[in-house]
């Protein structure tokens, strides 16, 4: 009986053997990489990006001074500013919300004004990392395929947002065009609902590099009609029939990875 069992292990642990992948072949397919997160990969490793989960970083962007600390998850914004009466207004954001301070008291605002000055510090911090955010857990990404804009070759991604945990913005879509043969960002879309809602068109402009992180600024454009399928605006963009609105200028970098 002892020796029939232990044949019957034996049998067990031979088709086992057979019928299941090696611990290496395991691995491979798990972690295998669906094309449009290679190629987001490759873009924050060419910009320099890897690191931002564990860094701080300040910059200037409109008279207004933010700085950015993350530590594994745990993230602290601020903006500083002083307002039209001469007021020092200092915003702080964390994982817990955000608190304004006005001459270095707490300041009493509605929910309305809270949730406004959120987008508006979120907006300007997570614009500036990109293509870092790209792989938040709310991302969707879908590859579109290759495009040529100026007579360059792009890999084309589309990226929506799970609605847990893709902010009140989760319906917001996006598109980015990254560079064949180095993975840059050379260009970004979006469609936005929130505060009216619209619809506009990033081109980077200044690229350099601060602490190896690629830092880039971008002009600002829209479609004249803002209706249209987000899907043609390279084609308008490329057409010459969009409109130029302002440029994104961040001035003052500092980037250090923890």
Not at 58 to 64: D, I, P
Request: proline share 2%; glycine share 6%.
């Amino acid at each position: 009986m002892k020796k029939t069992l232990a044949t019957i292990a034996c049998l067990g642990l031979i088709l086992a053997a057979c019928s299941s992948p090696a611990k290496d072949e395991k691995e491979q397919v798990t972690t295998a990489k669906s094309k449009q997160q290679e190629i987001i990969d490759q873009a924050i490793a060419f910009h320099g990006m890897d690191g931002l989960g564990n860094a701080d970083f300040s910059l200037t962007f409109r008279e207004r001074d933010y700085t950015y600390s993350n530590a594994n998850g745990m993230y602290e914004y601020t903006r500083t500013h002083t307002d039209s009466t001469g007021a020092l207004v200092y915003d702080v954001m964390n994982n817990d919300g955000l608190i304004r301070y006005i001459n270095n008291k707490e300041a009493e605002i509605t929910e309305e004004r809270r949730a406004a000055f959120t987008r508006s510090v979120n907006s300007v911090i997570y614009f500036f990392r990109l293509p870092f955010g790209l792989n938040d857990a709310a991302v969707k990404k879908e590859y579109l395929g290759e495009v040529d804009i100026k007579g360059k070759t792009y890999h084309e991604i589309k990226v929506t947002f799970a609605q847990e945990g893709g902010g009140e913005d989760f319906d917001d879509v996006f598109l980015y065009w990254f560079d064949k043969e180095d993975y840059s960002m050379d260009y970004f879309a979006y469609l936005y609902h929130t505060d009216g809602g619209g619809m506009r068109f990033r081109e980077a402009i200044n690229p350099r590099r601060v602490n190896g992180v690629l830092v880039q600024d971008y002009v600002n454009l829209r479609p004249e009609n803002e209706d249209i399928d987000i899907m043609t605006i390279d084609e308008l963009y490329e057409a010459g029939e969009l409109k130029v609105l302002s440029e994104i200028i961040n001035e003052k970098v500092q980037i250090k990875m923890k």
